[in-house]
């Protein structure tokens, strides 16, 4: 433990997530945090600069928010884009665009759980800064590293060699996709999954059993709250994360399902003078508080928000694994670590999920685009599930196919509130008496690697 | 052991992720560098580990690889003090080398794009002249520019990889080349000259001579079981395609362009060929060579200059057009 002699701490960057972010921890005369607030770096613009490009434009413009998650940006955008035009794509290609956010999800969550995350619980919170990262990871458990690198890589290439270009992509097109999915790909691809599902498996299994149960005890230290869910489910009431309504649970369990387009009537943003991220809330609500143990008007997203609002999983092995999980944490589940949980039944669920799209017969047919579209005045709100959470796109056109408006909603704005709300608690919890850590402060950003910002 | 710094500005993470894209490569070289910072993989604070530091400091290094443009004042902040603390100054892709996609946003004056994201976005719950700002003047987040420019705008940079983001064999490349301490060999030509499709050449004068651009709203002929050397090149089918003034090596040494492989056009993401000092009026050039009439395309800038929006012809434009 060192004696602070500031009042105030800028814990900047903050590290191991995409995002460039800062939090400032202040505190009050007996050394104890009076407030704590992440601020988000910068506004780039995106909204504003796409307007006066043509819609069609749009998916390859976008996809520059995000090189973690471009592909959730191309497909998010495209659905608005063809809402607006009044189009709708030929099945295969909606097929074709799913099997891609899987693929594409794949490795992403590879990425997040072993080189942004596990550092953390594998080397532990209080391994020194300069060991706590993937090479520190490499350096002790080499075998596991290797093959998070290779499995990670196996799917990026497999993407690219189908797609042309996984990061920053351009095969969604407005109307389809851009070429068919040919026989001797479709078996490559299948290969790549059955490996990938095997390492999803594994991966699972060495969370639930090794890596996270002894961290749960701490986390619940480090305070828990209770909040509102987003997710999309599908028509039984599954996850879904290519299309299907959105879910809004609130505080208390209750669920309303809408369309994404009547997004407005149930989400508002607020502003805050100290960060350019806005602050997404509940609108029955009324408001948004940051703060206790059961906030006003704060709802969360991302794989927990995801597995809280769902019913369960359309596939097996992803819904065994959610049958463990919901006999050991119930539902909703609120604990912040256990977000990683969630994501890892989701990188099952993800792996299942492309193997069942590689085996439709649709998945290999030739009629992937609409042969020509009239560009035209309207409005469209199109969403995917991206692994930060929801994101939603509302665009409105011009005569020409213009955009005229384009509104954009991520996942990581949707959990403004709760990440700053989870790293306030924590800080209030471990930074007693002007008495604070290096392992402490690593433990506050934890909460906020849980969230994949 | 050679110490590497890194840093992502105006930045989509998106470089960072084509440097993980080494793969096993990455792994090996590894145990040749130590990385000192790197926000992304790396716990290195700017403030002291314990955040109690007034001043922004950096970790000395050999290297230093910076991804994204400048777009704000920390961004500003953060370059100059990699300046002092790298030997070797590396942009890394598109961003950090021209300032990018994101750059189009100098196409747009930046009190619109605060006001529309705080005052006018139809999901704020409070619209109009009485929304709360964010206020980096009274609080610890940073102003926003009024132009996103690339690196060498600021500091001196004393390597280039281009893409966006770069094929990975560029960035072993680079790195490698340091390590090695020999020039690095990177792209030259245009994405033309690595492109399979086949040319037809000039048109003939008559029909041909003056179609209008078309959009992506239309499909592209091509057989998809053939290879890509059986399809017609895409601007000679009238598409807008940026090859012809777009820096090659997106597909690495022996690939193909990476759009062109998905049977999409090129938007120019390598960044200009180093020999179009002007691809505006280049490409005109190259579009009038396929007998399309380059008047015709709606929306110039956001076509040719996706991702060259802050180059210095545009900003003197922007300046006139303002005076
Ligand atoms: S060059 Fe491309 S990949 Fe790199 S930061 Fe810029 S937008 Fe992202
Ligand atoms: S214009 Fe485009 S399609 Fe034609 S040769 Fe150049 S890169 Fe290839
Ligand atoms: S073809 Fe053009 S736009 Fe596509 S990746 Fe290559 S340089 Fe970038």
Known sequence: MVRLTESHLRIAPLSRIEGHAALDIYLDDAGNVADARMSVMSLRGFESFIQGRPAEELPRIVTRICGICPWHHHLASTKAVETAMGVTPPPTAVKLRELCQMLATIPDKILHFYFLAAPDFVLGPDAPAAQRNVVGLAGANPDLARRAVKMRYGMQMALERFTGKAIHPVAVLVGGFSKPLLEEERRALLANVAEAKQFALDSMALARETLLPPFIKQFQDMGEYASGYLGTVDANDNVQLYDGDLCLMDNTGVRTRFAPKDYLTHIAEETAEWTWLKFPYMKKAGGLKLEGQNPLGLYRTNALARVNVAQGFATPLAQKELDIFRKEFGRPVHLVCLYHWARLMELVYCCERAEELLHDPEITGREVRLASIAPKAGEGIGHVEAPRGTLVYHIRTDDAGMVTMANIIPGTTHNNAGMNLSMKMAAQKLIRHGECSEEILNKVEMCLRAYDP | ?323
């Open chain 2, 1 to 323: 052991m050679t110490t590497l710094a890194g840093e992502s500005l105006n930045s989509c993470a998106g470089c960072e992720v084509a440097l993980l894209n080494l793969g096993e490569t990455l792994l090996d070289l590894l145990p040749q560098i130590q990385i000192v910072h790197l926000p992304v993989l790396v716990d290195n604070k700017y403030y002291g580990q314990l955040g109690q530091s007034s001043r922004l400091t950096l970790p000395k290094a050999v290297v230093g690889l910076v991804s994204g443009g400048i777009r704000n004042t920390e961004h500003l902040e953060l370059l100059h003090a990699m300046r002092e603390q790298v030997d070797v100054l590396v942009a890394l892709g598109t961003c950090a080398a021209t300032g990018g996609l994101p750059a189009l946003a100098n196409l747009t004056p930046e009190k619109s794009i605060t006001e529309f994201a705080f005052t006018q976005a139809p999901s704020l719950a409070v619209q109009g002249p009485n929304a709360p700002m964010p206020q980096p003047k009274n609080t610890s987040i940073p102003e926003i520019l009024p132009q996103c420019l690339p690196l060498s705008a600021h500091v001196k940079v004393d390597m280039v990889i281009p893409g966006c983001p770069p094929h990975p064999e560029w960035i072993a490349e680079g790195i490698l080349s340091l390590l090695e301490g020999r020039p690095a060999a990177f792209p030259s030509r245009s994405v033309c000259s690595s492109c399979p499709t086949w040319r037809k050449g000039t048109p003939g004068n008559g029909s041909e001579g003056n179609r209008p651009v078309r959009r992506m709203l239309e499909q592209p002929s091509y057989d998809p079981e053939a290879p890509l050397s059986s399809m017609q090149c895409l601007l000679e089918q009238g598409f807008m395609c940026l090859g012809p003034v777009t820096l090659a090596g997106c597909g690495g040494r022996t690939g193909s362009p990476k759009c062109i492989a998905a049977r999409t056009p090129c938007r120019g993401c390598q960044g200009p060929a180093l020999s179009s000092s002007i691809p505006s009026v280049e490409y005109v050039a190259a579009l009038t060579a396929a007998g399309i009439n380059g008047a015709t395309m709606p929306d110039k800038p956001g076509y040719i200059s996706r991702f060259n929006a802050a180059c210095d012809a545009l900003l003197q434009l922007r300046e006139s057009t303002r005076a």
